[in-house]
């Protein structure tokens, strides 16, 4: 059974007040989904252990800790071997200008959303990524204007 099927209003009502706030105290949770503190924390329990959450974060605002170029980065490679996709992964996953790696269908491969202070930033972090492994080619679109940005999903 998928955890989606597992999930029941309650849950989901747990969910959604951590995705609003992941700060709120476990009184304020209970209260909202009208629980008692102790049934509510073991939900919340299960929930982590189950892994559904993953974890609990603090979102910050990219430009106000000098990170406002965001760049969509589009990988093609001509290896799909299982060695090519570890050390792309390993490469990938130990910069930390990478904020997120989306293997793709279609004509694109990997899709990468990179985070950096500035375009010579940007240039480093390339020039680093195409020495480390081999790439047929990568395509960089720059983030002109943030429309949106949502971290709670629509359970």
Request: charged share 25%.
């Amino acid at each position: 059974m998928t955890a989606q099927r597992e999930l029941d209003r309650i849950d989901r009502e747990i969910l959604r007040k951590l995705q609003a706030d992941a700060t709120a105290s476990l009184a304020e949770i209970a209260d909202a989904v009208g629980l008692t503190p102790t049934p509510c924390w073991k939900r919340i329990r299960r929930l982590e252990r189950n892994g559904v959450i993953t974890g609990r974060v603090a979102l910050l605002d990219p430009a106000k800790v000098g990170l406002p170029v965001s760049v969509f980065v589009a990988v093609e490679t001509a290896d799909h071997s299982g060695p090519w996709l570890e050390r792309f992964a390993a490469t990938v996953s130990a910069m930390p200008e990478v904020m997120e790696v989306w293997r793709m269908s279609g004509d694109v491969d990997y899709l990468l959303r990179v985070v950096v202070p500035d375009i010579a930033a940007y240039d480093a972090f390339y020039r680093r990524l195409i020495a480390s492994v081999p790439l047929r080619n990568v395509t960089s679109r720059f983030a002109m204007e943030r429309v949106k940005a949502a971290t709670a999903l629509p359970i």
